[in-house]
């Protein structure tokens, strides 16, 4: 069979099925070339290198033993034998050597049954004699005896051959062999003729006998186990010889390519040198079973995916294995993935795809140029959807498989730590199953616990109809118990054979029946009973049985469980006394427990020696502690991880119900206090500024990171730094720990984000932090946490790049003093200080922008919940966020045209979304696949609600249609009539009875949801405007409108008009107590008012073009803006929808308005910029002071000069015109009105010209020039010399400088970007560059340098002036220079 297995592999087409022994040895060794080699026969005629056929090959061998035994029945018939038990023995010894190089199964069958009828036969007279034997007679069996044992010790040195070496010389071996059976032949044959058999004394020993030879039975029976053990090891071992072979036959350039598939996790792998050698089935159980699953899966018309759900413990991982291992031999399994909560990269779907995918171009050659050819890091690290998509799907279906069948196996699901994440895979797997199908006939096993969120997916419609369901639990309790029963039977001889001596007859047929019964159906209480009794360095199995099968049954939580529980116990109580005798019983509970307590809490498996630092241990100490827990632990050498063999103990030990009163009982608060402390220790102890040796270099810049934590991290420290916060959360405050906590907080927390960026894990840092901040009672630490949760929030993206971004690129920018003070000064040095900004010393409202979509955003919602927000954009995606830490978590790609509309069904199951394709789309939020496309609209959709209560989602269209649909069936309920206008808006009244809708005819609708009439009409909107956003107040009261025009508060049952702000807004929105409204507004900003008085009471500024949507989240500390610059900002409204200040303080608008241009005094001591809120503001840097706002332009700010000798300052406008300012007093001293919007101001170094280009109408990109002389009492628009009118603003500069163009760029420090990443650099003479420092900011708008000055404006209005002197920051060169700079939104 194995033969014809291996050779099948290539094109000679299957062997002959009757195989003579010999012969199948030379289709092995035939077979195993050709698949090792990847050769193809170009011929299918007999192989001449094989040996012919030897028809009686077989016959001759079971012949001779037949034969044997025979003669031996005969001599024995009724006559007492001593010796027997030796040669018997022996004979069977020459019998086991055959079966290890012969895998046939009907033979020993026939050899088991005339070792039955030979024990029959002598133990037949047995109460009928008590004669002795005479001496002739002993002697003749003695000469026997000595020929068997003889022939045996020949055969034993065959026996003891490794297996390479008995598997590779199998043609000598089965010759040696043969010369065996002959040499048995010639024995009896010299007995024969010595003499007669003859009773000469009575049958009075013959009970000796019986037991001699039912000892050897018995032994015989499990060498035959041994053999059949050994067979299969065989078969494992020239599979994983196969495999490395066909590994090591790629060329250097298919290994690198196929390495570089990264990350994976190849210890996922059923195979792995993790997974235990001995988890597979043992032979003869699961036979059925496993007969099944082998038939589904070589049915073409059975499902493709088969779902094998268990309880605990009942043997679903063995099973798996063993199937993977079938199918492995077989050569039709294309990869495995077993999930383990033990190991990150297994305890996430994030890696099974890029495993899978690398395992399937090992494997299959034919697929493997198509996955390494997409198998990118971007692909690699993607969502799972793409992962799926470009690593799988795509190759399967453009390529050409070696097999007609592939199988993969995925095994224990319910181990995957995020169910969404289980749930997403199992929803995208039904339909990329469909689409490979035409190419391959794919199957796959999947296994997991019948967890609700699992087997509700295998209900869904799509997942029924490509899937099968076997429960492990509901097969019939006998053929469970018959399996128990081999297994507990097989281990139970092995260990009696190992441990006990050679006359006990162990166990009796009474407590093996006892054994079974309490299993229950419980594959793991057999394995750990197994393990328990067995454990060689206790060598007790006798006593220990009989101590599990009097153990108490009280104090059980289950009677599913109760016999294991039983079982633990009598584990945990039989441990104190094998530890160390000597040890106080008290102490040695406490360290026994809190060893335990370690390892079942852990978040992952650390080795022996991490254990022991963790704990603060002394070396050596763990592994004794826990030896006599080898039953229920994986405990290996260092730096191996011990690990818990099974889910099932951990939740016995801290399950008090099922661990009563016990000293071992885990007191959850209790160890995680314990642990939380224990980490707190260690980071505060061991971790210091660049630990890990990487200086300035970014992580793009590291060849390996994984390997620089290895090395520079011991591993109870980088524990410690993934996993404090996770412990601290689960237990309750204490001075000890919060004492711990302040020490990390004030000495290490900036060192502890240098290992977590190392590390990648920054966002679950943001995370940890605001755990933290919530678990603390002392409000120090409390505050230092909150601004280090925001400063990660805010500079995530910056910091992320490498760990001395913290200290050179966002640390000066904190505008926290608990911070960036003391303790942390010492940090900042060599870092630029911030000598000026007009920021506060609070952080402001943004707490971090989403920066995923490619173009406008045009609408976002949050879900019900608050974790999720949806946004939807002109590119034509929709993505979904996590909104605690910003990270994306899916791209909703389907829409053919924009995304206008998005909201979140009342659970947040669903996300509605309406397009200008004229669609409506129904997705899962949970797994992002859609479920619904709605077609019923004639022209685009502005917008898509779901109501608050039901299924019901509402969408809006330029079609003058409003639409309800069932979301769960996609079914159209009815169309709302009596509009005679295209549709903008829908909003659900709260108790979901009424919809209103905005319209371009200036009034808004509502009607009655359930019945579809109109119940009233709304007008009073200024002409010329769209009603883009309609809200309704929490209370149901009012309603608010937003338009172009105006932005209204209604009073719903009154249809009037309560309140009419000034202002104009795309959006609005209440706040969930009522009392608050908020609107997007064109410049930017967004704008909050009190509902009660209709006063503005807040301005907010952070985007660089309109806020044309928003969303509040459910608790209202949160806002959610998309704007048209294709940024959403989530912004902190927790201390109130108040403005510092109150939007009057003119200087506030400054601060509160996006930079457009920036300029330095020219002697460096003053710093003017102008603004989107068509303001200027004028600084003094020294003092920190704003000298003062100007106020006279009527639109945006877009340039600004100051002149040679610093007295005034010109700036231009949107509003197409330039005014002169007085830099002493404020005051406006002349107005220049031009053709268009200024771009350029400067004045020539001479001081004699002030030099303007603006648009020309007609003329695009072109500008036009004038210069004119700054004798400003004779500056008239008269006195304009206009010159070459079409130059350029680049032309213009030359005409201030005198110099050519394409000059090199002179001296100084500048403002450099690329692909989203900003910093400031150094350019001397010549062309020497030095970076200087990465700039946090991703909305920098402008820019200036003088000296060792550096200037910036923002977005969101904040201006910042940077010191990159020789004091600070050992900066040499005193180049001047003033430069302004805008960025576009192209991509240069």
């Known amino acids: 069979k194995k033969a014809r297995d291996l050779t099948s592999y290539s094109s000679t087409g299957p062997l002959p099925v009757k195989l003579d022994y010999d012969k199948a040895v030379s289709h092995l060794s035939y077979g195993l070339h050709a698949a090792i080699g990847n050769y193809r026969v170009q011929s299918t005629a007999p192989n001449p290198a094989l040996p012919p056929r030897r028809e009686k090959s077989t016959r001759e061998i079971s012949g001779r033993v037949v034969g044997a035994l025979s003669i031996a029945e005969k001599m024995l018939d009724g006559v007492p034998v001593p010796g027997l038990k ?50 002739a007679f002993e002697q003749r069996i003695e000469d026997l005896t000595e020929d068997i044992e003889q022939i045996t010790a020949d055969a034993m040195k065959l026996k003891e051959q490794n297996i390479g070496s008995r598997f590779l010389g199998s043609a000598d071996n089965a010759s040696a062999i043969m010369g065996l059976s002959l040499a048995i032949d010639r024995a009896v044959d010299r007995f024969q003729v010595s003499g007669t058999m003859v009773v000469e004394r009575g049958i009075g020993g013959i009970r000796t006998g019986i037991s001699s030879v039912k000892d050897g039975v018995e032994r015989v029976e499990d060498d035959i186990g041994e053999v059949k053990y050994d067979v299969g090891l065989i078969g494992t071992g020239v599979g994983r010889i196969q495999y490395m072979l066909e590994s090591t036959h790629l060329s250097e350039i298919e290994e690198r390519a196929l390495n570089a598939i ?112 997409v198998a990118t890091p971007d692909v690699c690290t993607a969502m799972m959807r793409t992962q799926l998509n470009k690593l799988i799907v795509e190759p399967l279906r453009n390529c050409n498989p070696h097999s007609s069948l592939l199988v993969i196996v995925m095994d224990a699901l319910d181990e995957c730590a995020k169910e969404s994440q289980i749930t997403e895979m199992l929803v ?29 997916e295998f209900r869904e419609p799509g997942m029924e109809a490509v899937s099968g369901i076997s429960i492990l639990h509901d097969i019939e309790k006998s053929l469970v118990r018959a399996d128990i029963s081999r297994y507990v039977d097989h281990h139970l001889r092995r260990i009696a054979k190992v441990i006990l001596p050679r006359h006990v ?138 690990r818990v063999f099974h889910k099932s103990f951990p939740d016995f030990l801290t399950d008090k119900r099922r661990s009563g009163d016990f000293w071992f009982h885990i007191d959850l608060i209790e160890h995680h206090a314990r642990l939380a402390l224990l980490c707190l220790t260690h980071m505060n102890t061991s971790l210091s500024r660049d630990m890990c040796g990487v200086g300035n270099r970014l992580l793009s810049e590291l060849d390996d990171v994984e390997i620089i934590l290895q090395k520079k991290i011991e591993g109870h420290v980088l524990y410690a730094c993934r996993h404090w916060a996770a412990h601290l959360k689960e237990t309750m405050w204490t001075e000890e720990l919060g004492a711990a906590l302040k020490i990390f907080c004030e000495h290490k927390l900036l060192y502890w984000l240098e290992i977590l960026c190392l590390d990648k894990r920054l966002s679950s840092a943001i995370l940890a932090l605001d755990s933290a901040r919530k678990w603390t009672l002392d409000a120090a630490s409390a505050v230092i946490l909150a601004n280090c949760y925001r400063y990660l929030l805010y500079y995530q993206s910056t910091t992320s790049l490498g760990p001395s971004h913290i200290y050179q690129s966002t640390l000066p920018f904190i505008p926290c003093h608990d911070l960036s003070s003391s303790p942390w000064e010492k940090e900042l040095q060599n870092s630029p200080r911030v000598v000026m900004t007009n920021g506060s010393d609070t952080w402001d409202r943004i707490l971090f922008t989403l920066t995923g979509h490619s173009s406008a955003i045009y609408a976002v919602a949050y879900s019900p919940d608050g974790v999720l927000i949806a946004s ?145 009409r ?138 457009r241009c920036i300029a330095f005094s020219p002697d460096g001591n003053r710093l003017v910029y102008g603004t989107m809120d068509d303001s200027l503001a004028v600084w ?90 700054t004798s400003w009492k004779k500056w008239s628009t008269q006195s304009f010399e206009e010159c070459q009118p079409l130059l350029t603003e680049e032309e213009a500069k030359q005409v201030l400088s005198g110099s050519p163009a394409g000059g090199a760029p002179p001296s100084g420090t500048y403002l450099a970007r690329d692909q989203g990443s900003q910093w400031v650099e150094k350019r001397c003479q010549g062309t020497k560059v030095e970076r200087l420092c990465h700039l946090p900011q991703h909305d920098i708008t402008v820019s200036a340098s003088f000296g060792h000055h550096f200037a910036f404006g923002t977005e969101r209005g904040t201006t910042y002036v940077l010191d990159f002197s020789p004091e600070t920051f050992g900066i040499t060169s005193t180049t001047m220079y003033t430069d302004s700079v805008m960025f576009g939104s192209g991509p240069d």
């Open 86 to 135: 030796a040669a018997v023995g022996g004979l069977l010894g020459v019998v086991g050597a055959i079966n290890k190089l012969i895998d046939n199964d009907d033979d020993l069958v026939k050899l088991t049954d005339h070792l039955q009828r030979l024990l029959k036969i002598v133990t037949k007279p047995m109460e009928d004699s008590d004669t002795e034997l005479n001496i």
């Open 262 to 373: 990264q990350p994976r996790a190849d210890s996922a792998r059923y195979d792995f040198t993790s997974q235990s050698s001995s988890s597979f089935c043992l032979e003869d159980t699961r036979v059925a079973l496993l007969k099944n699953i082998e038939q589904w899966a070589e049915d073409s018309k059975s499902p493709p995916i088969l779902w094998l759900c268990g309880m605990a413990g009942t043997g679903k991982s063995t099973i798996a294995r063993t199937v993977a291992k079938h199918f492995d031999d077989c050569h039709y399994l294309g990869a495995s993935f077993f999930f383990s909560r033990d190991e990150d990269n297994r305890r996430t779907t994030n890696l099974v795809f890029p495993t899978v995918a690398y395992q399937l171009a090992r494997r299959i050659p034919s697929l493997r140029d198509h996955i390494v050819k």
């Open 428 to 456: 995208l797997l039904a339909p990329a199953i469909r689409l490979v199908r035409d190419t391959i006939d794919i199957k796959l096993f999947l296994t997991s616990r019948p967890e609700v969120h699992i087997s509700s």
């Open 505 to 642: 007859v162990w166990p009796t047929l009474e407590e093996k029946e006892t054994l079974i019964n309490m299993a229950d159906g419980l594959f793991i209480f057999a394995a750990v009973t197994i393990a328990y009794i067995g454990d060689i360095k206790h060598r007790q199995p006798k006593q220990r049985l009989r101590n599990i099968l009097s153990a108490s049954d009280q104090n059980q939580a289950s009677v599913s469980f109760m016999h294991l529980d039983n079982l633990y116990q009598q584990i945990l109580m039989a441990s104190l006394p094998e530890i160390d005798k000597g040890e106080d019983a008290q102490a040695l509970m406490l360290r026994v427990r809190e060893i335990l307590g370690t390892v079942v809490l852990l978040l992952y498996p650390l080795s022996s020696r991490s254990l022991e630092m963790l704990l603060q241990w002394e070396e050596d100490t763990v592994e004794p502690t826990l030896g006599p827990f080898h039953s229920v632990l994986s405990i290996s050498s260092d730096p191996t991880p011990i």
């Open 872 to 1016: 939807g954009s002109d590119d034509k995606t929709i993505i979904v966020w996590d909104s605690r830490t910003g990270a994306q978590i899916h791209s909703l790609e389907g829409h053919s045209k924009e995304v206008l509309a998005v909201d979140f069904s009342a659970d947040g199951s669903l996300i509605a979304s309406g397009s200008n394709d004229r669609s409506v789309r129904i997705w899962s939020s949970i797994t992002g696949t859609l479920v619904h496309t709605l077609d019923g609209h004639s022209d685009n959709v502005r917008a898509v609600s779901f109501s608050p209560i039901g299924n019901i989602v509402a969408s809006g269209s330029l079609d003058k249609t409003v639409i309800l649909w069932d979301s769960v069936t996609g079914s159209r309920i009815m169309i709302l009539d009596g509009l005679s206008d295209s549709i903008w808006s829908v909003a659900f009244s709260p108790d979901g009875t009424k919809i209103a809708a905005g319209s371009s005819d200036l009034s808004i609708i509502i009607w009655d949801t359930e019945t579809g009439t109109m119940t009233s």
């Open 1018 to 1155: 709304l007008k009073g909107n200024e002409p010329g405007s769209n009603i883009y956003s309609v809200a309704f107040s929490p209370d149901g009261n009012r309603l608010a409108s937003a338009s172009e025009k105006e932005v209204i508060l209604w009073g719903y049952k009154s249809h009037s008009i309560l309140k009419r702000p000034d202002a104009t807004a795309y959006c609005v929105a209440f706040s969930p107590d009522g009392r608050s409204m908020i609107a997007g507004r064109r410049v930017g900003q967004i704008a909050t008012w009190d509902v009660a008085s209709g006063s503005e009471i807040g301005i907010f500024s952070g985007h660089a073009d309109a806020v044309v949507s928003l969303a509040v989240s459910p608790d209202g500390s949160r806002i959610i803006t998309g704007s048209w610059d294709g940024t959403a900002a989530v912004w902190d409204m927790s201390s109130g929808w108040e403005s510092p200040g109150g939007s009057d303080d003119p200087d506030q608008k400054v601060h509160q308005s996006a930079v």
């Open 1180 to 1269: 003094d840097i020294g003092g920190h002071a704003l000298i003062h706002t100007l106020i006279d332009h009527h639109d945006t700010v877009t340039t600004v000069a100051f002149s040679t000798d610093g007295r005034y300052i010109a700036s231009g406008s949107e509003d197409r015109r330039i005014i002169l300012w007085d830099v002493e007093t404020g005051k406006s001293i002349k107005t220049l009105n031009l053709g268009g919007t200024v771009r350029f101001l400067e004045f020539s170094l001479d001081g004699q010209y002030l030099v303007a280009t603006y648009d020309v109408p007609g003329f695009g990109a072109r500008s036009g020039v004038v210069k004119w002389s």
